[in-house]
């Protein structure tokens, strides 16, 4: 870097760092970065924000640059910004990320920004409602997720909380589209590698949910308490979002894209245990119905 001396400085930072000049074009990339993301500076500098390479998604699930807060924003006002957001790893899976972007200026003029940004961890509390369970018989093998035995044991204490405590709580169910497709076109290791793949998303970014599961083959549980039909639908878009976010990075094949349907329901007065799964499947059959790639919880 030409007109940034103190690279060197920034390297032994834990952050992530990475400017971008007024082109939006990266120009440094940090030790940090690499860590953080899995990408070199030998893969990234030289390359453009439009180049995607982190895919940002911002906590509501839009894509940055397209649908939410535009990046380049302090690089015109001069202010600096602090977002909450998810990034692409190298191997494909989102994770979380605070960022901070600095305007760059040189002389008085701004020339670029610079990114700074670091993980956001769960604290030992959130793992836990997430699922985290060491008892191996209650655990997916191939995700490490909670199977459908662990889970179908919490839904029945969610359902007597709502009994006797009138807690509510609603269930989402993402299901891969074409996923025997897939598996045909790719081989049953692939299909694999993008369970694990989806299960490191939703461990990293799903951080409201009581639990997330393996409920069947290629379908994902999860559960949120006190939740409106209107929450339901918001993060069932998060999760369709995040997961259209992760690629499959296959050495064998170029990278592998997918999509996921997602179905969500809210606990009603009159339900017991089969009715509430029963509506969850009727609507994640509906958003396959449209084509996939959906979500519906109406």
Not at 30 to 51: L, M, P, Q
Not at 208 to 227: K, P
């Amino acid at each position: 870097m030409n007109n940034f001396e103190n690279h060197s400085i920034l390297n032994s930072l834990f952050e992530g760092i990475y400017i971008v000049d007024k082109h939006r074009k990266i120009i440094f990339w940090s030790k940090g970065a690499e860590r953080i993301t899995g990408f070199t500076d030998h893969e990234t500098v030289g390359k453009f924000s439009h180049d995607n390479i982190l895919n940002h998604i911002d906590i509501h699930g839009r894509q940055l640059c397209f649908e939410g807060f535009d990046l380049s924003q302090p690089m015109i006002d001069g202010q600096p910004r602090e977002v909450d957001l998810y990034i692409q790893h190298k191997m494909g899976y989102m994770i979380p990320v605070k960022m901070k972007i600095i305007p760059w200026i040189i002389g008085g003029k701004v020339e670029g920004t610079i990114e700074m940004f670091i993980e956001s961890h769960e604290s030992i509390h959130t793992i836990k409602r997430i699922g985290s369970i060491s008892n191996k018989l209650l655990r997916d093998k191939l995700t490490g997720l909670p199977n459908k035995k662990r889970f179908e044991h919490f839904l029945v204490e969610k359902m007597n909380d709502y009994r006797n405590l009138d807690v509510p709580f609603g269930l989402i169910l993402a299901d891969i589209d074409n996923f025997e497709g897939i598996n045909d076109t790719y081989g049953r290791e692939s299909g694999d590698e993008l369970l694990r793949l989806l299960s490191d998303t939703f461990r990293n970014s799903i951080k409201l949910a009581d639990m997330i599961g393996r409920w069947e083959n290629d379908a994902f549980i999860f559960l949120f308490s006190d939740v409106s039909n209107e929450a339901i639908y918001l993060l069932c878009e998060k999760i369709r979002v995040l997961s259209e976010g992760s690629t499959l990075r296959n050495s064998a094949f170029k990278d592998v894209d997918f999509t996921v349907s997602v179905g969500g329901t809210v606990i009603r007065n009159e339900d017991d245990i089969n009715q509430i799964v029963e509506r969850l499947y009727a609507r994640l059959k509906k958003a396959k119905i449209r084509g996939g790639n959906n979500s519906v919880v109406k």
